[in-house]
């Protein structure tokens, strides 16, 4: 059942999985994409291990607060250097999710984030480390600097948005075929029918472009990424594949799965984060 908690200015629309006791996992979907993208069967998967399994919305994309007041962004200007006209920061969604936590009376949390919602994760992880037990980054970077997209995924995901459900699933397939897991064909049927739903709930493409400038005048995270697990001296996890980028560190694992693109993996997603689980009493 989707619930609703305050963050700030922010209405965050949320679902839970697994028993209230057990060690929370926030998962942080990517740009545009509706909390439904965690799909319930991994999230029942997760709660099967032994995870209170937590999913939302950000800011701009279904049933949380929508800033339609917000001044439309310049994208080219935002490209060029001029970032005023973004009106919010990548840091900004970082704080809706701790946000979340509080609502939720959680002090720590395993983190997973995919694309931009690796974004998010790692900005968290930076800003708040006491939070953050694990950090598990999927097809993501910490800079837009690093793994820039190829010519295709430009081509499919800046399109110009859809303005009906069915183009909306179109949409979705043809992005799929693009930056989809090469050896792991996806169902179409099931992208079809996760789209239409997204649409129906609550498609605002005005809200996609006020996440897009975020991403665009997001800060590098490298260095400071590196210095924090240094000083902490904990290892951040990320699963990866083809669309996944990440430096060589000895305090990092990363793990690469053979084939695999853009869709997360729930077998790879439920090893990393049993790595960290602490016993159940």
Do not use: K
Not at 54 to 66: A, K, Y
Not at 158 to 183: H, W, Y
Request: proline residues 7%; contains cysteine; hydrophobic residues 40%.
């Amino acid at each position: 059942m989707t619930e609703r908690l305050r963050a700030g200015e922010i209405e965050i629309a949320y679902e839970t999985f697994g028993a209230p006791g057990d060690p929370p996992l926030l998962l942080i979907m990517g740009l545009g994409m509706q909390m439904l993208a965690w799909r319930d069967d991994l999230c029942g998967l997760l709660a099967d291990q032994g995870f209170r399994a937590i999913r939302f919305d950000n800011r701009d994309v279904g049933l949380s607060t929508h800033l339609d007041d917000a001044p439309e962004p310049d994208l080219p200007e935002l490209i060029a250097g001029d970032h005023s006209s973004a009106p919010y920061q990548i840091e900004d969604m970082a704080e809706d999710a701790l946000g979340l936590l509080n609502g939720l009376g959680i002090e720590r949390a395993h983190v997973v984030g995919a694309s931009m919602g690796g974004y998010i994760a790692q900005a968290l992880a930076i800003r708040r480390p006491d939070r953050v037990l694990s950090l598990t980054s999927i097809m993501s970077t910490p800079s837009v600097e690093v793994g820039r997209a190829t010519r295709d995924a430009q081509v499919v995901l800046l399109a110009p948005p859809a303005t009906s459900r069915d183009a909306a699933a179109q949409r979705a397939v043809e992005v799929m075929r693009v930056i989809g897991s090469p050896d792991y064909p996806f169902d179409e049927q099931e992208v079809v029918d996760l789209a239409r739903q997204t649409y129906d709930r609550h498609a605002d493409p005005r809200g996609v472009l006020r996440q897009l400038a975020a991403i665009v005048v997001s800060s590098d995270r490298t260095a400071r990424t590196d210095a924090r697990h240094s000083r902490r001296g904990r290892p951040a996890r990320a699963a990866r594949g083809r669309q996944g980028h990440g430096r060589s560190d000895p305090r990092r694992t990363t793990a690469h799965v053979p084939g695999y693109g853009a869709r997360p993996a729930e077998g790879a997603v439920a090893a990393d984060c049993r790595c960290h689980r602490r016993p159940r009493p």
